[in-house]
């Protein structure tokens, strides 16, 4: 993100008022992507499976238990019962909220808590719609949780991304209707779910560190130049 970040006008075109904004955790608040692929690396090479960036870029936004059926995709061994998967998926948190016992706020962008001030003194509503269970324990870790006016994530959802429900419910426990929030995403999965909901949303380019809209065609003012 860069200081462009902070120039904001809450309205779109027609005239409704935006009035909160949903973010995605992974990828936009704290990338944990080198985390999640040792403990993915762990499972796979356990089962004789290829595994590589490509495969787990595939991952990025998807609930762990589609994430595994993905891995699996290169299994070429025994047929494995839904208790066996459980197993192996429970053995892939296991190991990866060890690594994230590891994770510190200075390994944050500053300017994530200081935005998320900077948008919480202009009485927009902050939430987080995020398919990981471990989101509460990972913004716990970061010391920003009191930053959050809600938070939807992998412990309240029965389907993730990219079905909305995730934003759905954020919106939902923000008191708001989804169509007076912007959601922060850049998986794969969490724009799929967000054209699917058809509301205004921002794609974080992690190159630029810039916001770019996408998606609805309503004209959003709401920008990052």
Same mark, same amino acid.
């Given at each position: 993100?860069?200081?462009?970040?902070?120039?904001?006008?809450?309205?779109?075109?027609?005239?409704?008022?935006?009035?909160?904004?949903?973010?995605?955790?992974?990828?936009?608040?704290?990338?944990?992507?080198?985390?999640?692929?040792?403990?993915?690396?762990?499972?796979?090479?356990?089962?004789?499976?290829?595994?590589?960036?490509?495969?787990?870029?595939?991952?990025?936004?998807?609930?762990?238990?589609?994430?595994?059926?993905?891995?699996?995709?290169?299994?070429?061994?025994?047929?494995?019962?839904?208790?066996?998967?459980?197993?192996?998926?429970?053995?892939?948190?296991?190991?990866?909220?060890?690594?994230?016992?590891?994770?510190?706020?200075? /390994?944050?962008?500053? /300017?994530?808590?200081?935005?998320?001030?900077?948008?919480?003194?202009?009485?927009?509503?902050?939430?987080?719609?995020?398919?990981?269970?471990?989101?509460?324990?990972?913004?716990?870790?970061?010391?920003?949780?009191?930053?959050?006016?809600?938070?939807?994530?992998?412990?309240?959802?029965?389907?993730?991304?990219?079905?909305?429900?995730?934003?759905?419910?954020?919106?939902?426990?923000?008191?708001?209707?989804?169509?007076?929030?912007?959601?922060?995403?850049?998986?794969?999965?969490?724009?799929?779910?967000?054209?699917?909901?058809?509301?205004?949303?921002?794609?974080?380019?992690?190159?630029?560190?810039?916001?770019?809209?996408?998606?609805?065609?309503?004209?959003?003012?709401?920008?990052?130049?």
């Amino acid at each position: 993100m860069d200081g462009s970040f902070y120039r904001l006008d809450s309205k779109y075109h027609g005239g409704k008022l935006m009035r909160g904004i949903i973010f995605d955790l992974d990828g936009v608040i704290i990338s944990t992507d080198k985390l999640h692929y040792k403990a993915w690396k762990k499972i796979a090479d356990k089962l004789n499976i290829a595994f590589d960036e490509t495969i787990n870029n595939r991952l990025r936004g998807v609930s762990r238990m589609d994430s595994l059926e993905i891995i699996l995709e290169g299994y070429q061994g025994p047929a494995l019962s839904k208790m066996e998967k459980e197993k192996l998926a429970d053995e892939k948190n296991t190991f990866y909220v060890e690594l994230l016992g590891t994770l510190h706020p200075n /390994q944050m962008d500053p /300017q994530v808590p200081d935005t998320l001030q900077y948008l919480r003194k202009k009485g927009l509503k902050l939430a987080i719609g995020s398919s990981s269970k471990n989101t509460k324990y990972i913004l716990h870790q970061l010391e920003i949780e009191n930053l959050f006016d809600a938070v939807s994530d992998g412990t309240n959802i029965s389907k993730s991304k990219p079905d909305p429900e995730v934003f759905i419910k954020a919106a939902t426990f923000l008191n708001l209707p989804p169509e007076e929030c912007i959601v922060v995403e850049d998986a794969v999965a969490g724009l799929a779910a967000l054209k699917a909901l058809k509301v205004i949303f921002l794609k974080f380019l992690k190159k630029t560190g810039s916001f770019v809209t996408l998606g609805t065609g309503k004209y959003c003012e709401i920008y990052f130049s």
